[in-house]
């Protein structure tokens, strides 16, 4: 799978919009961008995933270059229990259920969201 | 909504003892895992199944075995503890999609302490 940098940590005020970069440069074609978000001491989250387009769903807006090179997690209006850890990840359409399904997740973004 | 359980949010053991860690899911899903995720280490794949009755090592399999009987339910089981398998035990189920990368769905984690 594709590495991914995120910065360490990002503030957010609530009610803003919370934007977290993600840049995965090495990035091939059948690889999909998925989010995931963990809150202090609880088990990982599934946020959003998309391959080409853009997605939105009831959490994020996932928005990926025409590049594919780079994305874009967007929480529209941030709250304090949005506070957690972001993992960004890329990892191959290939249903294939081996070794190849698991998950890696990085460092990831921390994002403090503040009064 | 998924829903991922394990049994236990919080565990403490004796270097030695037995023990069992169950995982269940309610969405007739195909596949789960087991993850360990430690400090500095990230989240690593201890074992996964993809189908009753079938299992596949991860990366870290030393120490641990696994059993499903059932679609719904995936164990973990230390043979025997040791301090150095204490950690966060992260189960998670998905359903792949012909076409596309599986979601893995997390359930909230049991935190091992073995003494």
């Known amino acids: 799978d594709a590495k991914t940098t995120q910065p360490p940590s990002m503030d957010c005020a609530e009610g803003r919009a919370a934007n977290l970069p993600c840049n995965h440069s090495?990035?091939?074609?059948?690889?999909?961008v998925y989010w995931y978000r963990q809150i202090h001491s609880q088990g990982p989250q599934y946020i959003i995933h998309g391959l080409k387009n853009n997605e939105t769903n009831e959490m994020a807006s996932l928005i990926i270059t025409e590049d594919r090179k780079s994305s874009t997690l967007i929480l529209p209006h941030a709250t304090l229990r949005d506070t957690a850890v972001y993992y960004c990840i890329v990892r191959l359409s290939d249903i294939n259920t081996g070794t190849a399904s698991k998950l890696t997740f990085g460092t990831g973004t921390r994002l403090q969201v503040t009064l | 909504d998924v829903k991922v359980t394990q049994s236990s949010r919080y565990l403490v053991k004796r270097t030695g003892e037995k023990v069992f860690l169950e995982c269940v899911q309610d969405?007739?899903?195909?596949?789960m895992f087991w993850y360990r995720q430690d400090p500095g280490l990230g989240l690593r794949l201890i074992y996964f199944?993809?189908?009753?009755?079938?299992?596949e090592k991860g990366d870290i399999p030393e120490g641990y075995s696994v059993s499903r009987e059932k679609k719904e339910r995936f164990s973990l089981i230390l043979e025997s503890a040791s301090t150095n398998q204490t950690s966060m035990y992260l189960c998670a189920s998905s359903f792949p999609t012909p076409g596309s990368t599986d979601t893995q769905y997390f359930g909230p984690g049991t935190r091992l302490t073995v003494l």
């Open positions: 969405m007739d899903h195909e596949n």
């Open positions: 199944s993809y189908d009753v009755k079938m299992k």
């Open positions: 090495t990035i091939s074609g059948n690889e999909y």
